[in-house]
């Protein structure tokens, strides 16, 4: 049983950075695919960045402006947000899943994070 907790969140002006991490536990975090979602408010969960091996792959509207990275020392997932803009506010989840390959939709995983709120004021 893979167990995901993420850390990192807070509130960060327009224009700011933040870098969310996901420890997780329980697995062969190695060969799994590790992906972030974000939730706001009145809002489905949409996709944002994910990792399948050591290969990374963005949604389009964060494209160039956030990274996805791993540790597999440290099992650890990490995403960098740079150029943060108040239509980035959520709730940012970690997700994993065992299958390798770009996943993007949010049943395609099995595990989840508690997830933590990233607020970008104007």
């Known amino acids: 049983q893979v167990q995901l907790v993420e850390s990192g969140g807070g509130l960060v002006q327009a224009g700011g950075s933040l870098r969310l991490s996901c420890a997780a536990s329980?697995?062969?975090?190695?060969?799994?695919?590790m992906g972030w979602f974000r939730q706001a408010p009145g809002k489905e969960r949409e996709f944002v960045a994910g990792?399948?091996?050591?290969?990374?792959y963005y949604a389009d509207s964060v494209k160039g402006r956030f990274i996805i990275s791993r540790d597999n020392v440290k099992n650890t997932a990490y995403l960098q947000m740079n150029s943060l803009k108040p239509e980035d506010t959520g709730v940012y989840y970690c997700?994993?899943?065992?299958?390798?390959?770009?996943?993007?939709?949010?049943?395609?995983?099995?595990?989840w994070g508690q997830g933590t709120q990233v607020t970008v004021s104007s």
């Open positions: 329980g697995g062969t975090f190695r060969s799994t695919t």
């Open positions: 997700a994993a899943t065992s299958r390798l390959g770009s996943a993007r939709s949010s049943n395609q995983y099995n595990y």
């Open positions: 990792i399948t091996g050591s290969v990374p």
